[in-house]
């Protein structure tokens, strides 16, 4: 079974770094194939994906975050890191880590509960 | 990238069925069929309910239904019962750039 859970801060002021971390299990970012990604979604708003890692360490990024966001994984604590900097109160929303993999190759099968991040001074 | 494009709202009465469309371009959903769709009530994670355009993870109930045609991928819930009311979104992975586009979402009332 694949589980995954988002932690970090609540609230980060602006133009401070946001890390965010996805622990999960049921799965190894070790195996071909495997991948976790990252979604936000401010309060009321639609879904944007942000950055996606995959099991040969290749990354992706939004083409509109791609200066501001680092995606790294940690295969041996099964985590993967979202970095995201210079917050502003329009990154204020829900994070969401997702696996994708497995017969889901395309898609984001799994999702994490997601965390809140309020960015204010 | 732009987002995929969406109604706002759609609604049917229990029972009836409701189609929502996602429209993107030919570099998108019209290149590829790995268009999904999900799942989201209020205060909680998304959830998978159509992959690949028109299939179905275990678990799914067969009311929901994909296809695609063109540049405009669709989502059909048939037999609408009240869980069914909630946010849907579309996603397709854009295979040139390797990333992904999600839909402008759609609110289903079921009245």
């Known amino acids: 079974q694949i589980t995954l859970k988002e932690s970090g801060p609540t609230l980060v002021k602006p133009t401070q770094t946001l890390t965010l971390t996805c622990s999960f299990s049921?799965?190894?970012?070790?195996?071909?194939?495997?991948?976790v990604g990252w979604i936000r979604q401010p309060p009321g708003k639609a879904l944007e994906w942000l950055a996606l890692?995959?099991?040969?360490?290749?990354?992706r990024y939004s083409p509109s975050l791609k200066s501001r966001l680092t995606i790294t994984k940690d295969t041996s604590k099964n985590q993967v890191v979202l970095t995201m900097t210079n917050m502003d109160p329009v990154d204020t929303g829900t994070y969401y880590c997702?696996?994708?993999?497995?017969?889901?190759?395309?898609?984001?099968?799994?999702w994490g509960q997601g965390t809140m991040v309020t960015v204010s001074s | 990238q732009s987002a995929l494009t969406q109604p706002p709202s759609a609604s049917g009465s229990p029972g009836q069925s409701v189609t929502i469309s996602c429209t993107g371009t030919?570099?998108?959903?019209?290149?590829?069929?790995?268009v999904s769709w999900y799942q989201q009530h209020p205060g909680k994670a998304p959830k998978l309910m159509i992959y690949?355009?028109?299939k179905r993870p275990s678990g799914v109930p067969d009311r929901f239904s994909g296809s695609k045609s063109g540049n405009t991928a669709s989502l059909t819930v048939s037999g609408l019962q009240a869980e069914d009311e909630a946010d849907y979104y579309c996603?397709?992975?854009?295979?040139?750039?390797?990333?992904?586009?999600f839909g402008t979402g759609t609110k289903v009332t079921v009245l």
């Open positions: 049921g799965f190894s970012l070790s195996t071909s194939g495997e991948a």
């Open positions: 997702a696996h994708r993999g497995g017969n889901y190759y395309y898609t984001f099968h799994i």
């Open positions: 996603n397709s992975y854009v295979g040139s750039s390797n990333f992904y586009v």
């Open positions: 890692i995959y099991w040969d360490d290749g990354k």
């Open positions: 030919s570099s998108d959903v019209g290149s590829y069929n790995y």
């Open positions: 690949e355009v028109s």
